[in-house]
C-alpha cells in the first residue's frame, strides 16, 4: 500500500506563487518517478511536471511547455517526497493538482498512485 499526502494548494492572485508538497508512505521502491498532474474542470488530466529518482543530477525533471520557466518541480529521496514550486501564476493554472508515485522496479512496477488532490486557484 501506498499513501500520498499532498498539502500548500490555495486562492493566490496572478502573479502570485505557491508550494505544493507530497509525502509518500508505505511500500516505496526507487527507483522511482514522482511528478504532478493537474486537472480543471471539463478537461482530462494532464502531467504538470515529473521528476526520477535518479540521474545525472538529484533527478532528471520534465515539464509540461506551459509552465516551464515559472514551476520548479524538486525531491527528497530520504523522505519520500515530492514539491512543487509555483511561480508566475495564471488563472489557467487554476486546477486540482494531484502527486502521482511511479515505481519502475518491483512487484508494483507500472502502478500509478495518486493523492487526494489538492486546489489551486489563481484570480485574475
Known amino acids: 500500500q501506498v499513501q500520498l499526502v499532498e498539502s500548500g494548494g490555495g486562492l493566490v492572485q496572478a502573479g502570485g506563487s505557491l508550494e505544493l508538497s507530497c509525502a509518500a508512505s508505505?511500500?516505496?521502491?526507487?527507483?522511482?518517478?514522482m511528478g504532478w498532474y493537474r486537472q480543471a474542470p471539463g478537461m482530462q488530466r494532464e502531467l504538470v511536471a515529473s521528476i526520477t529518482s535518479y540521474g545525472s543530477t538529484y533527478g532528471s525533471a520534465n515539464y509540461a511547455d506551459s509552465v516551464k520557466g515559472r514551476f520548479t518541480i524538486s525531491r527528497d529521496n530520504a523522505k519520500n517526497a515530492v514539491y512543487l514550486q509555483m511561480n508566475s501564476l495564471k488563472p489557467e493554472d487554476t486546477a486540482v493538482y494531484y502527486c502521482?508515485?511511479?515505481?519502475?522496479?518491483?512487484?508494483?512496477?507500472?502502478?500509478?498512485?495518486w493523492g487526494q488532490g489538492t486546489q489551486v486557484t489563481v484570480s485574475s
Open positions: 508505505g511500500s516505496i521502491f526507487r527507483p522511482n518517478i
Open positions: 502521482n508515485y511511479l515505481p519502475v522496479v518491483g512487484p508494483t512496477k507500472g502502478n500509478n498512485y
